[in-house]
Each structure stands twice: as C-alpha cells, then as structure tokens.
C-alpha cells in the first residue's frame, strides 16, 4: 500500500484525529443491505409492530451504539452503572436493562420468587420443588397474552374480577400481583388500588407498561405510585434498541432479577442484552425525556390533518378520529368506505398500498371496509405520500 492510499483510508474514518487510533475496526464503505438481500422496505404508517420492526432509532442512539463497540467493558458494570442513570431518570430505586418488555416481566419474576438465594436462582422454573412461592394473581380482563412471560418461571396465575376475589384469592403461595397497564381502564380494580392491596397484604406488585409512553410522565409515574416492578418496551415509543427494555423497582428486587440474567446462567440466559444495546438504551431514554413532546403532538396532529384533508370530497368515504386512551397513545386515523361506492375490501385496501411505490404498511386487519393508521413512526414529510397514495386507490376503486 501507498503512504497516499493509507493516508486515504485514515481520513475516511469516522473520528479522524486523535481518536481514530482507538477505533476497533475500520469503518467499511457503506452499504445497502435492504438491496442487496432484496429485502421490501416501507413506509410505517401501521405503528410498532415488532413484525415490522417497530421503530426507527435516531441518531443519538445509533451514535452510542456506534462508540459503545469501541471497547470492551464488564457487563456487570455496565448494567451498574446505566442502572443507576435509568434509575435516576426515572424516580426508580433501581433499573436495569433486560432484553426487551417481555424479558422485564420473566427476570422481574424470577426476582421476585428467588430473592438473593442462589439455590432458589438454580431451581427455576420450578419454584414448588425448592420451596418458592408459586401463584401469581391478576384481573380476568388483564390475561390477554403477555402475562404468560411470568409462566417462564414455573409460576401458575390465580384470575379474579372483584377485590373480594382477590381478597379470597391470597394464600401462603401469592408471590405477586401483576397488573397490565393496557387493560387498566376494563379491570375493576384499578392501579393505585392494586398498590394499596399488595401493601396491605405485604405481596410485590408489578405492572407492565410496554407500550404506554407517551405520556413521557409514566415513565415514573407508576414508580411513584408504589409499584415493585414496572416493566417497559425499549424499542416502541421510546425509540431504543428493539431487542431492549427496562425492568426498574425496588432495589433488593431489581439485584435479585440481575441474578437470573446474562452474564450468569438461569433461566434468564437467553435474555442476552449485549453493551451496545444497553448503552444504546440508556441514550434513548435520556432522549425521550428530555425531548419536546408537545411539539412531537402537533406534528403528529398536523399530519393527519392533511391526511384527512386530502380524502376530503371523495364519495362515500369517511375518517374518524381515533386516540387510544392507553398503550400507542397517540393520534390515529380510521379511513372507512361504503363499501357500495368503493369497491374494496380492507385486505384488498392493505395489499394495494403494500404492492405499491413506494411501499406503505397499514393497519388493515381491524375493522372491514376501513384501515387504520398510525402517523408516530413516520418520516417528516411520508404523510404527504402516505394521503396520495391512500386517496389514489379509494378514486380507482369508486362505483
Ligand atoms: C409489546 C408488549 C410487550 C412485549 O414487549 P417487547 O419489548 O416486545 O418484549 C409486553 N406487554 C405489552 C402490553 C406489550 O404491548
């Protein structure tokens, strides 16, 4: 090689100068790998589907990624020290990074019926054998699904709908109340109830919030209402690593889940987060919280405004509003049709939109004769294309 070539090949690196020596690996050209693998790539005007891939991380996270695989730290010390920063942020005791919303509940879990015994920690997933609690309580309502990460740990669930239920309900096995933040409005205890009965019958609560910022205030809010555990999506609202999410309590429950997880074996093995991912998740919630959130809502109103004033004067079509009151708290759209003046099904609608240039995803599975979308994981500018297209097909499809 040339002393002109090496030269070349130094100024191409990212942190030309006095820290360039430092850099792991040279940085490569760039390359399109989406191309490459003929991979289809879209507009997300659907919302954080993990099938999708949910989010798109800002500069500030792909930034920390990036300087965080320069070198090596101790994972311990990692999850230590990012710990404390999330703690800090978000009024908590204690934090820790866990491989995603789902992770939290399973380590949180296992935390919980282990404590700070190693034995315990070896046993699981089968708490009866080594003489654990092993009954989890929640609300009928709250049972959709996700609860099913805190049966990793072996535990069975004890389902009420009433507090005399729930009061009935507790025995010498309760090790938790578990309360899902997304089917808060439906259950018929609410959550500083559901605190206030834990405290009084001295059993941890833990609640799931995965999908629930914004508001960027629940972030803390459910810390300081008394629950053990909260546990939260890295990769949704917040814009972290997919991969990632926080588990943050109480101290002596957070130290005891760190037990079931990477570096050690457990039943949390898998849950694998690696330094980048952690330090990337410490750097979107620093983001996310100091970020203009009011401005985020007006953007996103003003996006659909003009898709809604795009569909306007086209025959037999409607738009409604739509803000969920909890979990993708954002403002959303309903796009309906006659269906005797448009000719086309909902699938019909979503297949159209996705075949097309460019490539939209929607949500077309909810409701017939209508999709749904979503305008928080746009690009600036992607309504604009988002309504043209949207319009283009509901015209050719008029009677
Ligand atoms: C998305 C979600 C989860 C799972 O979160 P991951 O971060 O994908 O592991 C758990 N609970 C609820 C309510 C969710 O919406």
């Given at each position: 090689m040339k002393r002109r070539d090496i030269l070349k090949g130094v100024a191409a690196l990212p942190a030309f100068g006095a820290g360039a020596v430092a850099e792991a690996h040279q940085a490569p050209p760039a390359r399109d790998y989406f191309s490459e693998l003929g991979l289809r790539t879209f507009i997300n005007a659907a919302g954080n589907y993990t099938s999708m891939t949910a989010s798109l991380m800002p500069p500030e996270v792909m930034a920390?990624?990036?300087s965080s695989a320069q070198k090596y730290a101790m994972l311990d010390?990692?999850?230590?020290?990012?710990?404390?920063?999330?703690?800090?942020?978000?009024?908590?005791?204690?934090?820790?990074?866990?491989?995603?919303?789902?992770?939290?509940l399973v380590l949180g879990m296992a935390?919980?019926?282990?404590?700070?015994?190693?034995?315990k920690v070896a046993a699981l997933p089968f708490p009866?054998?080594?003489?654990?609690?092993?009954?989890?309580?929640?609300?009928?309502?709250?049972?959709?699904?996700?609860?099913?990460?805190?049966?990793?740990?072996?535990?069975?669930?004890?389902?009420?709908?009433?507090?005399?239920?729930?009061?009935?309900?507790?025995?010498?096995?309760?090790?938790?109340?578990?309360?899902?933040?997304?089917?808060?409005?439906?259950?018929?205890?609410?959550?500083?109830?559901?605190?206030?009965?834990?405290?009084?019958?001295?059993?941890p609560t833990m609640i799931d919030i995965a999908a629930d910022v914004p508001?960027?205030?629940?972030?803390?809010?459910?810390?300081?209402?008394?629950?053990?555990?909260?546990?939260?999506?890295?990769?949704?609202?917040?814009?972290?690593?997919?991969?990632?999410?926080?588990?943050?309590?109480?101290?002596?429950?957070?130290?005891?889940?760190?037990l079931s997880a990477p570096p050690r074996s457990g039943i949390g093995r898998g849950h694998k987060v690696n330094k980048e991912e952690i330090i990337g998740m410490y750097a979107a919630l620093e983001r996310y919280v100091k970020h203009d959130h009011a401005k985020d809502w007006k953007m996103w109103e003003a996006r659909i405004a003009h898709i809604?004033?795009?569909?306007?004067?086209?025959?037999?079509?409607?738009?409604?509003?739509?803000?969920?009151?909890?979990a993708n708290h954002t403002p959303s759209l309903k796009i309906g049709w006659d269906p005797s003046?448009?000719?086309?099904?909902?699938?019909?609608?979503?297949?159209?939109?996705?075949?097309?240039?460019?490539?939209?995803?929607?949500?077309?599975w909810e409701e017939p004769d209508s999709i749904r979308i979503t305008v928080?994981?746009?690009q600036p500018g992607q309504e604009k294309i988002v309504a043209g297209r949207i319009r283009e097909e509901l015209a050719r499809a008029s009677v």
């Open positions: 920390a990624i990036q010390d990692v999850q230590d020290k990012v710990g404390e920063k999330i703690a800090e942020l978000c009024k908590a005791e204690a934090a820790m990074v866990t491989a995603g919303c789902w992770s939290a935390g919980v019926l282990t404590g700070m015994d190693g034995k009866e054998a080594a003489g654990m609690k092993s009954e989890v309580i929640l609300q009928k309502s709250h049972a959709n699904g996700y609860h099913l990460a805190l049966a990793n740990t072996g535990i069975k669930f004890v389902l009420v709908e009433t507090k005399e239920e729930l009061a009935r309900a507790i025995s010498e096995k309760t090790a938790m109340l578990w309360f899902l933040n997304r089917e808060g409005p439906v259950g018929q205890i609410k959550d500083e109830e559901w605190v206030a009965l834990g405290k009084k019958h001295g059993i508001p960027v205030e629940n972030l803390w809010k459910f810390n300081q209402m008394g629950f053990d555990l909260v546990c939260i999506s890295g990769g949704k609202a917040l814009l972290g690593p997919q991969s990632a999410g926080i588990l943050m309590g109480k101290k002596d429950l957070i130290a005891a889940a760190r809604k004033n795009q569909l306007g004067g086209l025959k037999g079509v409607y738009t409604e509003d739509i803000l969920p009151p909890v003046a448009v000719k086309l099904t909902r699938e019909e609608m979503g297949e159209k939109l996705r075949q097309g240039t460019p490539s939209i995803e929607t949500i077309a928080f994981m746009l």
